[in-house]
């Protein structure tokens, strides 16, 4: 398939709006996808950190990320209060850690290499403006359905390699670094609310 890789702007709004919903299906809360008007604060705001990739004029993957302060991000709260609200509104255009908020790949176009192009292309952002670090904070979707009660048992089965998750696994792969995890970090049934936080340093 022929793909192109693209900073996101006002025309791919209404792409990344119906690829939040075929990626986060319910349970995951309509509330917590972005809608149109947040796509055009995140552009507005920090329109560096927007990226999508097309496949025949289809948004079929995106992410969005923001810049936060290393206090800020070593304070690992929860979700909402670290971006501010879904407009982004706690962006640090001086912040010195690339946070990443989302990431999406269209179900049809998944094991594509997509979501790697993705993180390529933030690990260059945080090389090209000289930034301590890449944080994230992690889904762990496949928790609840796993069995295991306790999350600190499931997180680190993953880690090393005995359970696979759908999106913690991936991204290990990756090379990112798991640094601890978040209960109550937003609402997400799947993850039992909880996160994972991931770190990748230059």
């Known amino acids: 398939m022929s793909y192109r890789f693209e900073n996101t702007t006002l ?3 209404p792409g990344v709006v119906a690829l939040q919903r075929e990626c986060f299906p319910e349970p995951f809360p309509l509330e917590s996808l972005w809608q149109s008007n947040h796509i055009l604060a995140h552009i507005s705001t920090f329109h560096q950190g927007q990226f999508v990739i097309v496949h025949e004029s289809q948004v079929v993957a995106s992410c969005t990320n ?6 800020d991000w070593q304070a690992h709260q929860d979700w909402l209060t670290t971006i501010g609200d879904l407009s982004l509104t706690n962006h640090n255009p001086q912040g010195n850690i690339l946070h990443g908020i989302d990431i999406s ?9 997509l979501g790697k ?16 670090k890449y944080g994230t904070v992690c889904r762990i979707p496949d928790f609840q359905a796993s069995g295991t009660k306790q999350l600190s048992d499931y997180v680190q089965q993953v880690v090393e390699n005995i359970l696979v998750d759908r999106t913690l696994t991936p991204f290990l792969k990756m090379g990112l670094t798991y640094a601890g995890t978040i209960e109550n970090y937003m609402e997400d049934e799947e ?6 936080i991931l770190e990748w340093t230059p």
Do not use: C, W
Request: no cysteine; hydrophobic share 40%.
């Open 11 to 13: 025309e791919h709004i």
């Open 66 to 71: 923001m810049l936060i302060s290393t206090s």
């Open 105 to 113: 790949v269209h179900p049809s176009h998944r094991n594509q290499g």
């Open 117 to 132: 192009l993705l993180y390529l292309a933030r690990f260059d952002l945080v090389r090209n403006f000289k930034l301590e």
């Open 191 to 196: 993850s039992g609310n909880a996160g994972v």
